[in-house]
């Protein structure tokens, strides 16, 4: 064989407690390619990664690997990391409290005469960060100051200080918005002509189809096709993840709209940290039994800091008027919304969607453990059949019901999140970004539970950053843009231009 690659992976199996994630899986990626990691939830993407970086180390997993022609059997990440593989894990490991130049050079300290050399860390970070045309970052402040967007870059330069020959992204863009997004594939490409290699996974296709050279899919931890991208597009990755050809993603069933259910008047709530700045700015909405809202606008229009008000999640006092069955409620926290019948799927599922460490099925049914007591005890053996039903229902792929749900792969953490929100039979849904990290088949199903949620008369108001999905789904959509009301229209034909129009200020429509 002539061909040289940077790395060949062969026949790569591993196994968490007997039950095999991968199974004889190929992975081949030449100097300066890209490709493409695709497969379903769950499907073994991020294992193989970490079979990779080592974060699985060499005696934990069967098969070889080669790096650069010889075999590589890494023990530490640090290792793989020294050979020149930085990887950028789905989940951001970052450390909050820490400035961005320690989380850059973190187990890298610069230090002279024994002290950390605080001033060359800052400016070398400044100069990586540079090279990546961010220049509005201070390396001296905490990284809980900037965005995912940001956090994301932060990642890159510190892939870019240990001169990476091959970085790995794994599902890198599912928390940006759409000019970071642009930032980061442009990036790719740069670093792509300067001879660094890439394998990038992700759900998001057409991301896959601009810059993969080639792509892989797996699934069920099987090796299931290599093709050049020249040979593809997203239709045949979608039929080769899945198994079969997904004509209709919207599975759109008819349902009855009735009455006004959920009224909220002119809400108004201000920034947690500048108390001067109005984020949602005297809106006002109605939503109707069995209806699906959509909400749609730009990343920090507000979206989720007015649905979040609505759940009486949002930290700060509000200004206007709730309205339930058209009598006004007060709805200061969680609890009292839960009670009143409005439940909520948080936008940040690590962050207040899950309890890690507890089992996927307790995080399942914890908002309705009364339901399983008898006698002040919890019928365990009612509850496990719930949860089991559960999971057939949403197919949500685990071993064990009672593993911890941070083992599960991220798509099917948020099935889960999502059960733990319908079991407590709501009559206002509230999900924020729900399909976020969750592969096409998984949205499928997905949204054939918003259906069937909204044909009994459940009134779901969704926020989304996928205008397809917003489009694709919705009855009404709603447009925000710097927390006010810019467009109310009836999913009648309507156009992501027009909504992309509402949401930047043009045309505005208020119906
Ligand atoms: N630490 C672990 N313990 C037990 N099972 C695990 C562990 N990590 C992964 N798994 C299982 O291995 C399988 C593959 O998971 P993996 O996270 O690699 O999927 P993925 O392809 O990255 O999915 P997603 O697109 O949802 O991120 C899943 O069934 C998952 O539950
Ligand atoms: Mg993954």
């Given at each position: 064989m002539s061909e040289s690659f940077l790395l060949e992976m062969k026949n790569i199996s591993k196994s968490f407690s007997g039950v095999?994630?991968?199974?004889?899986i190929h992975l081949q990626v030449r100097p300066g390619e890209c490709v493409g990691l695709c497969g379903e939830n769950g499907a073994g993407k991020s294992t193989l990664m970490k079979v990779l970086s080592a974060v699985y180390p060499y005696g934990t997993w069967e098969g070889e690997i080669f790096w650069e022609g010889r075999e590589l059997k890494a023990t530490s990440i640090r290792e793989t990391e020294k050979a020149g593989i930085a990887i950028i894990h789905q989940e951001l490991m970052m450390v909050p409290h820490l400035s961005v130049a320690e989380n850059i050079f973190l187990g890298n300290e610069i230090s002279s005469h024994g002290f950390l050399d605080y001033d060359a860390m800052n400016a070398r970070a400044q100069e990586l960060l540079a090279k990546l045309n961010v220049h509005d970052i201070n390396p001296a402040l905490p990284v809980l100051n900037y965005s995912g967007g940001k956090q994301q870059l932060i990642e890159i330069a510190k892939a870019l200080n240990k001169n990476a020959k091959l970085l790995i992204l794994d599902e890198p863009t599912s928390a940006l918005t759409s000019s970071e997004i642009r930032t980061l594939l442009d990036l790719i490409k740069q670093f792509k002509a300067e001879g660094m290699a890439c394998v990038y996974i992700s759900h998001k296709l057409e991301e896959v189809a601009e810059i993969a050279d080639t792509v892989t899919v797996i699934r069920d931890g099987a090796h299931i096709g290599t093709k050049p991208m020249a040979e593809l597009n997203t239709a045949s990755i979608v039929t080769m993840m899945v198994g079969r050809e997904m004509k209709n993603l919207y599975p759109k069933e008819d349902h009855a709209i009735g009455e006004v259910i959920l009224e909220a008047r002119n809400i108004t709530c201000w920034d947690v940290t500048n108390p001067n700045r109005k984020v949602v700015d005297n809106v006002s909405l109605k939503i109707r039994k069995g209806e699906i809202l959509g909400i749609a606008g730009l990343v920090g229009a507000g979206r989720t800091e007015l649905v979040s008000t609505l759940f009486g999640a949002y930290p700060t006092a509000h200004q206007g008027t709730i309205h339930l069955d058209g009598r006004e409620v007060s709805i200061r926290t969680p609890r009292d919304a839960v009670r009143a019948g409005i439940c909520m799927v948080p936008e940040d599922r690590k962050k207040s969607g899950i309890l890690p460490i507890i089992g996927v099925g307790h995080n399942m049914t914890v908002s309705v453990l009364s339901r399983f007591a008898r006698f002040g005890l919890i019928d365990e053996h009612q509850e496990l059949a719930q949860i089991q039903a559960e999971i057939l229902r949403l197919k949500i792929k685990t071993a064990d019901p009672m593993l911890p749900i941070a083992s599960l792969s991220g798509g099917n953490q948020q099935k889960a999140v999502l059960s733990k929100m319908m079991l407590p039979e709501p009559r206002v849904l509230i999900l924020d970004e729900p399909t976020r990290g969750v592969d096409v088949g998984a949205k499928y199903e997905i949204y054939k539970l918003i259906f069937a949620l909204a044909k009994t008369g459940v009134a779901v108001l969704m926020v989304s950053s996928e205008l397809p999905e917003v489009l694709g789904i919705s009855d009404r959509v709603l447009v925000i843009g710097e927390g006010q009301l810019r467009g109310d229209f009836v999913?009648?034909?309507?156009t992501q231009e027009q909504v992309l129009a509402a949401a930047i200020g043009h045309a505005a429509q208020v119906a």
């Open positions: 095999k994630a991968l199974d004889g999913n009648d034909n309507l």
